[in-house]
């Protein structure tokens, strides 16, 4: 019953943009911090950014920072990652997980979404 549902994932060429979506069901998002991450084919899982409970503090990975934002909205339960300039390395499925602060990665890991794939290519 308790879930986190990640959307927004497709294809797109380099250079392109998407934005995803994770969505909490069954629970509010107001006091955990939320952190996305993401598993591409033959690597390990890695953390790209985080967004701590108020939105006040950001956090990025050096791979996708100027690039990638993170963003909050208390009141509809949802955060975003806004993703431009895509490159073919940041072809992976994407996951949310809501947590207990950006430290400053996502500690205390207690949701997970299913993912959503984003693959660039032309």
């Known amino acids: 019953q308790l879930q986190l549902v990640e959307s927004g994932g497709g294809l797109v060429q380099p250079g392109g943009s998407l934005r995803l979506s994770c969505a909490a069901s069954?629970?509010?998002?107001?006091?955990?911090?939320i952190g996305w991450f993401r598993q591409g084919p033959g690597k390990e899982r890695e953390e790209v950014s985080c967004i701590s409970s108020t939105g006040s503090r950001t956090n990025y990975a050096s791979s996708v920072k100027g690039r990638f934002t993170i963003s909050r909205d208390n009141a509809k339960n949802t955060v975003y990652l806004q993703m431009n300039s895509l490159k073919s390395e940041d072809t992976a499925v994407y996951y949310c997980?809501?947590?207990?602060?950006?430290?400053?990665?996502?500690?205390?890991?207690?949701?997970w979404g299913q993912g959503t794939q984003v693959t660039v290519s032309s």
């Open positions: 997980a809501a947590g207990s602060l950006c430290n400053p990665v996502l500690v205390g890991r207690h949701y």
């Open positions: 069954g629970f509010t998002l107001d006091y955990y911090a």
